[in-house]
């Protein structure tokens, strides 16, 4: 795992594990609920959400700037289930790439502007060149949706980011995304 202290001192497992069991279970959990939800079309309300953002990982010691697509599925009024996929280069010969699966919840509309929280297990992986690895992480955050029109749609948002083995590693990332609603 990429220890997010400084690109210039990037240490990782030798241990490789290309699979995290746990989030391949949570995965086909949230597939089969989703197969089995009601559309939220019949309500009079959109289904799908896709955005695009950009974001900055950081931590005590470094920024990074990386860009992400995330699609949103509707279950009801106030939940929401999401993937997302992010990428961070650090160097040439590091890259980091996030996958994300999320629940959010919507609290009451205030106007134009929706607020949630956010969380769920994602993997990252780290792109070395000639080795690869991957690690299990948990992320919890908050963000808003800002209507620019029926469809068009601002969300900052703010994450925070740990390691399976606990909190000692904890980085943090906050995007900006526009997106449609279909």
Do not use: C
């Not at 989703?34 to 019949?42: H, Q, R, W």
């Not at 992480?137 to 980011?161: C, K, M, Q, S, V």
């Amino acid at each position: 795992m990429i220890v997010l202290d400084s690109p210039r001192h990037v240490s990782y497992r030798q241990t490789r594990r290309r699979f995290s069991g746990p989030l391949v279970g949570l995965s086909l959990g949230l597939v089969a609920l989703l197969a089995s939800t009601a559309p939220a079309a019949a309500r009079g309300e959109k289904d799908i959400q896709l955005e695009l953002a950009t974001g900055l990982l950081f931590d005590s010691d470094i920024d990074v700037a990386g860009v992400g697509l995330r699609a949103s599925y509707h279950l009801d009024h106030r939940f929401w289930v999401e993937g997302r996929l992010a990428w961070y280069e650090f160097t040439s010969s590091l890259q980091l790439w996030f996958f994300d699966v999320s629940l959010k919840f919507f609290f009451d509309d205030f106007g134009k502007t929706r607020w949630y929280v956010i969380g769920g297990p994602g993997t990252t992986f780290e792109d070395l060149g000639d080795f690869g690895d991957s690690d299990l992480l948990f992320h919890f955050g908050i963000g808003a949706e800002i209507d620019l029109t029926r469809n068009l749609y601002l969300r900052p948002e703010y994450l925070a980011r740990w390691s399976e083995r606990g909190f000692d590693n904890v980085a943090s990332d906050a995007s900006l995304g526009i997106g449609w609603r279909f």
